[in-house]
């Protein structure tokens, strides 16, 4: 079983950046996809960005690809998202995801999820 906390989240102004950590806790950690997603109220969970077990396959959402980035520290456990140049239709409630296949890592089918993040970007 794999648990995952997510932090860094916060108030940042457009054009900003921001940083989001999820710590993973598990024995199947280095062997699973791991992947943000966000919601933002009345919409639903959608995927931003993916990576696999060695960081070879790292897919972004169209809206979000060259303004974040996803890196993945196994030895830390802990993967990251780094955004920069921060929009207002970011805001959104942030969530890591883990999954034990590499299929479908764009979608929603994971198989672990964190607590979440709010990020809120501000005009």
């Known amino acids: 079983q794999v648990q995952l906390v997510e932090s860094g989240g916060g108030l940042v102004q457009a054009g900003g950046s921001l940083r989001l950590s999820c710590a993973a806790s598990?024995?199947?950690?280095?062997?699973?996809?791991m992947g943000w997603f966000r919601q933002a109220p009345g919409k639903e969970r959608e995927f931003v960005a993916a990576?696999?077990?060695?960081?070879?396959?790292?897919p972004y959402a169209d809206s979000v690809k060259g303004r974040f980035t996803i890196s993945r520290d196994n030895a830390k456990n802990t993967v990251y998202l780094q955004m920069n140049s921060l929009k207002p239709e970011d805001t959104a409630v942030y969530y890591c995801?883990?999954?034990?296949?590499?299929?479908?890592?764009?979608?929603?089918?994971?198989?672990?999820w964190g607590q979440g993040t709010q990020v809120t970007v501000s005009s």
């Open positions: 995801a883990a999954k034990d296949s590499i299929l479908y890592i764009t979608t929603t089918h994971y198989d672990y």
């Open positions: 598990g024995r199947t950690f280095s062997s699973v996809v």
């Open positions: 990576i696999s077990r060695m960081g070879g396959s790292t």
